[in-house]
């Protein structure tokens, strides 16, 4: 049998891929042993699956910040309705006008804070109480704690969701350039 690519040598191997006869020379320039043809073939498959592979990584992130936002946008909502409740309900006639709406702009803050030590509480091992006097304990807790830590963990997802902004246009902009490129 002789080379695919060399008739006048001698065949020492096959191609792994296609089988084609290949000579010593032939066989040597890959391993696992392959023709030229199919070497290129793989490479090429192997590069359009890693830009499949970063296509899909940059749209995961961009999906993930998108995401983010959103959840910010989700916690202001609950934030408003949480003060509308809790401003109707506890001042409805005792406060007055200005202290009123400083109370239910302090209200606004809690899912703020709520979501901080819920995200917090995954690091503590409460699970272990089961009690209802506990839970119900925690709960009060962790409502006047969220009073209190709301504010500063508003402005930090404030800050974070500006930034968050930021990277989605700059991919945005980046995915834009790259289309426009191929």
């Not at 359009?48 to 899909?56: L, S, V």
Request: hydrophobic share 45%; proline share 3%.
């Amino acid at each position: 049998m002789k080379c695919f690519y060399h008739e006048d040598r001698e065949a020492v191997a096959t191609c792994q891929h296609c089988g084609k006869a290949l000579c010593r020379a032939c066989a040597s320039l890959y391993t696992p042993c392959l023709c030229v043809d199919c070497a290129q073939l793989l490479r090429d498959q192997q590069a359009e699956q890693a830009r499949a592979a970063e296509e899909d990584r940059r749209r995961e992130y961009l999906d993930a910040l998108v995401d983010t936002r959103a959840e910010f946008l989700r916690t202001c909502v609950y934030g408003a309705v949480t003060a509308l409740i809790l401003g109707q309900t506890l001042f409805q006639s005792s406060a007055a006008g200005p202290e009123r709406m400083l109370y239910a702009v302090w209200f606004f803050f809690i899912p703020f804070g709520w979501k901080l030590i819920t995200y917090l509480q995954s690091f503590l091992p409460l699970t272990i109480f089961g009690t209802l006097w506990f839970w119900i304990f925690w709960a009060l807790a962790k409502g006047i704690i969220s009073i209190i830590i709301g504010i500063p963990a508003f402005l930090y997802q404030l800050v974070k969701t500006f930034f968050v902004q930021r990277k989605i246009q700059a991919a945005s902009r980046s995915c834009r350039q790259d289309a426009e490129g191929i």
